[in-house]
Each structure stands twice: as structure tokens, then as C-alpha cells.
């Protein structure tokens, strides 16, 4: 089946620096989800790229859809203590399909 | 966003006990789905939940399994029957507000459930 690839699976951070996770797909995608899932939580949407190099900022949150859109990534700038949680890419492909197929998820944790 | 109520939030079953998850959404949304994430891992899609008709289930998950209900625009239930320790895990429920294939989906809380 279609599958998303989601790296790196960990990533620890210094409060302040940078952090980026990659999601790849093999196929074209239709849109790509991100979503994020504090510890016990449950994921909440941050965004949706439609488009072929799409490139959407939410303060410290950038987010890209490749030119060939298949693949994605999120970066976020100078880390805080509030980003910890797991990061997840979810891919849609073509068609009425209404089903989203997660990444693995990255679990960013901050030392303060 | 929709706002959604999922019981019980968690629960220690007895394996070859069923147990009933409880999915309320405080509008009408189109599309429900249930999810199971398993400890520290991705989610997976057991089924989406038709309204007024069987669930379409995705691969590996069965209906005699996994019965789900749907009887109107805002309530669906997902049962685990004949639980097992591999059953241990985290169910969700989603909704997707529009019957649009490129929408965000909303999560419950989810229910936490654990089998001996």
C-alpha cells in the first residue's frame, strides 16, 4: 500500500536551535497534513499543502510541499519548550479518497 | 472546529471481553473515522464510519472484529470484540466537518484502553 516515510523518528534539541522533519512519498500526493500530538494528547491539525512547492509559515513553523509533491517538510525556528510533542505528516493521494495515511511521527523533545 | 466527546477515556478490559467506544460530536460533520495508535506509534486507520451503512473497513481490520455504528451525523461507536492483550492501545475519533477530500480531521481524545 501507499505509504509515507517520516524522518528522523527522534530529535533532540537545546532550547533555541533549529529543527526540521522530512516526510517522502514515492507517488505523487494530492495534499499532504501535518499535525502535531503533545505527550497524551491527541493530534491536532497545524496544516494542509495543496500545491507544487508550496511554501506556508505559521510564526515559527515553515512548511513545505515539494515541487514534485512528493515530499514535505516542517522546520521550526529557535525551539521552545511549548514544541515538544510528535510531529506527523499525513499524505492523501488522488481521487475522492478520503483517507489519510500517517507518517511515523518525529517526537521532538527541548532541553531548557 | 467541531468539538468531540469520546467515552470512556480509558479502561482495563478482560481478554474475550468486549468493550464499546463512544464517539459524539457536538454538529453535524460528514465523514467520522476510527483510528488505533498503538504505544508510542502512528496512527492507523481501522475504518471510516458511513452513515445509515456498513463501514468501509481498511486492510487488516474486520467487521467482526471491529463492528462500528453510525446512526446519524453526529454519533458513531466502534466495539473491539473478544479482546486480547494485542488489543492494548489508543482508539480515535475523527471527523471531517465538509464532504471534501482536502479537509483538516479533528481528533477526540481518544480512549485509552489496556486488556489483561
Known amino acids: 500500500g501507499q505509504q509515507v516515510m517520516q524522518i528522523p523518528q527522534y530529535q533532540h534539541v537545546q532550547e533555541g536551535e533549529d529543527f526540521t522533519t522530512y516526510c517522502n512519498s514515492s507517488?505523487?500526493?494530492?495534499?499532504i497534513q501535518w499535525y502535531k500530538q503533545r505527550p497524551g494528547g491527541h493530534p491536532v491539525f497545524l496544516i494542509q499543502l495543496v500545491k507544487s512547492g508550496e511554501v506556508k509559515k505559521q510564526k515559527r513553523l515553515t512548511f513545505q510541499f515539494g515541487e514534485a509533491k512528493k515530499n514535505s517538510s516542517l522546520h521550526i525556528t529557535a525551539t521552545q519548550t511549548t514544541d515538544v510533542g510528535t510531529y506527523f505528516c499525513a499524505g492523501k493521494w488522488g481521487g475522492s479518497n478520503y483517507k489519510l495515511t500517517f507518517g511515523k511521527g518525529t517526537l521532538l523533545t527541548v532541553n531548557p | 472546529s467541531a468539538v468531540i466527546s469520546q467515552k470512556p477515556s480509558r479502561d482495563i478490559c478482560q481478554r474475550g471481553t468486549s468493550l464499546t467506544i463512544q464517539c459524539q460530536v457536538d454538529s453535524q460533520v460528514t465523514m467520522m473515522f476510527w483510528y488505533r495508535q498503538q504505544p508510542g506509534q502512528s496512527l492507523t486507520l481501522i475504518a471510516t464510519a458511513n452513515q445509515g451503512s456498513e463501514a468501509t473497513y481498511e486492510s487488516g481490520f474486520v467487521i467482526d472484529k471491529f463492528p462500528i455504528s453510525r446512526p446519524n451525523l453526529t454519533f458513531s461507536t466502534l466495539t473491539v470484540s473478544n479482546m486480547s492483550p494485542e488489543d492494548s492501545s489508543i482508539y480515535l475519533c475523527?471527523?471531517?466537518?465538509?464532504?471534501?477530500?482536502?479537509?483538516?480531521?479533528?481528533f477526540g481524545d481518544g480512549t485509552r484502553l489496556s486488556i489483561l
Open positions: 475523527s471527523v471531517g466537518v465538509f464532504a471534501d477530500s482536502n479537509q483538516p480531521q479533528h
Open positions: 507517488t505523487t500526493l494530492s495534499n
